[in-house]
């Protein structure tokens, strides 16, 4: 099992996922704890309510929304009394017991979970101190489940299968969907549970799901006053239809907030970096024999490989995106082995140890050790380097995009050598 725990500022947000997932029937409320009625018989508004008179009886505590998500390895069967039994024992072990919950069911994914909505505002105004929460209690707690309900243990070798995404979301086509609903549904999940430190490594996880965050242009107002808005990209990594400004989106994911998480998510997903690396180097001992094996081995490990390419379709850098720690890291922050020049040097030692016969399959590389075996890569495994344009102030944004092994600069040709000068002969 898969304990997720996030903590927030807006119970209604979290209350409001869950609530239309029911209504798209992929989700069901199975429980309304200490609420003196089934499920069944509240409406929206008297479930906020609840939350609501909590929160009243101490306005200072701002952080008062808990969503927990419970997750389990695919093939797990699990009844509703079972779920019911599993949310009651962890929130009595983290200390959340005797607090009012509603506990969702959600049917949208490849594997079984739960979603549970709390607060950590107590009858009495007193609060429910969450500062290391998922390190001091939870991992007690999942472990203690794992036991008693014969669970697949988070820590083992066989929970390596558990890809969990953040808030299950789906990715957006534009025309297929309610474009206002569903970014604001994507940009709200992602800003709220994965783990970035740049514009640029947020934005690599929202392609993801078929949307970006644009500031415009440099020299555009939106740019010098510090706008941001998020858009639906189609098929080319293009944005298409109608964008939402940052602010009007729950939440409100703008930049000056976005900026402040920068600093703490550089500190919050150092200790997930060695882990990355571990399952990257095992994909690499497998001996993919290219960069498309590459990315479609590590998908089945839970990471994205997204790699920005130049006008010429060369590689100039890569960012990877952890679903199973919920973290985003550049490349070469990970080490050179792990920059863009480091695997595709990499990728070409594995193509010169494979036989005669398995050559033939695959182009040899091209001038300046980056190319590759051409093909066409999804959206979700290469991005075009238009699509990620930084402006020239040093923004968090730039970093990302500057070439990794060569910050400053986009180039990866070799420089040209330089013709000598024929001397004339005297005569």
């Known amino acids: 099992m898969v304990a997720k725990v996030v903590t927030g500022k807006n ?176 940009a709200r999940g992602v800003t709220r549970t994965y783990q970035y430190t740049s514009l640029a490594e947020l934005n690599a996880v929202l392609s993801l799901y078929g949307v970006t965050a644009y500031r415009g242009k440099e020299n555009s107002p939106m740019f010098q006053n510090r706008g941001l808005v998020y858009s639906l990209l189609d098929d080319q990594g293009q944005r298409v239809g109608i964008p939402i400004k940052a602010s009007a989106i729950t939440g409100k994911p703008t930049l000056s907030k976005l900026e402040k998480q920068f600093a703490l998510h550089q500190v919050l997903r150092r200790p997930h970096g060695s882990s990355l690396k571990a399952r990257i180097d095992a994909v690499m001992n497998g001996n993919p024999a290219n960069r498309e094996a590459f990315t479609e081995l590590l998908t089945k490990e839970g990471i994205s490989a997204l790699f920005r390419e130049n006008g010429d379709g060369r590689p100039y850098g890569v960012t990877f995106v952890d679903h199973r720690t919920h973290t985003v890291f550049k490349g070469s922050d990970l080490g050179s082995a792990y920059s863009v020049n480091g695997l595709m040097e990499r990728l070409g030692k594995q193509l010169a140890s494979l036989t005669p016969t398995q050559k033939n399959d695959f182009s040899l590389p091209t001038a300046g050790g980056l190319g590759l075996p051409k093909a066409s890569y999804p959206i979700h495994q290469t991005q075009k380097a238009s699509n990620l344009q930084a402006p020239s102030t040093t923004s968090p944004l730039e970093k990302l995009l500057q070439t990794e092994g060569n910050a400053g600069t986009h180039q990866t040709t070799l420089p040209k050598r330089k013709k000598k000068k024929k001397r004339r002969l005297s005569l």
């Open 11 to 186: 119970i209604r947000a979290a209350l409001h996922y869950n609530e239309q997932k029911v209504k798209e029937g992929k989700a069901e409320c199975l429980e309304a704890a200490h609420y003196g009625c089934e499920a069944h018989q509240l409406s929206f508004a008297q479930k906020l309510r609840r939350f609501e008179l909590l929160a009243q009886k101490n306005a200072r505590v701002k952080t008062n929304a808990v969503h927990i998500s419970l997750n389990f390895a695919p093939g797990e069967q699990l009844d509703k009394t079972q779920l019911r039994e599993i949310a009651g024992l962890y929130l009595d072990r983290i200390g959340f017991g005797e607090q009012p919950y509603l506990l969702y069911q959600h049917f949208d994914a490849a594997h079984p979970h739960v979603h549970l909505v709390t607060t950590n505002l107590r009858e009495d105004g007193s609060r429910i101190d969450l500062h290391n929460l998922g390190r001091t209690k939870s991992e007690a707690a999942r472990k203690e489940i794992e036991e008693r309900f014969g669970l697949v243990r988070a820590a083992g070798k066989r929970a390596e299968s558990i890809t969990i995404q953040p808030v299950n979301l789906e990715k957006v086509r534009y025309g297929e969907t309610q474009t206002q609903r569903a970014i604001s549904q994507v």
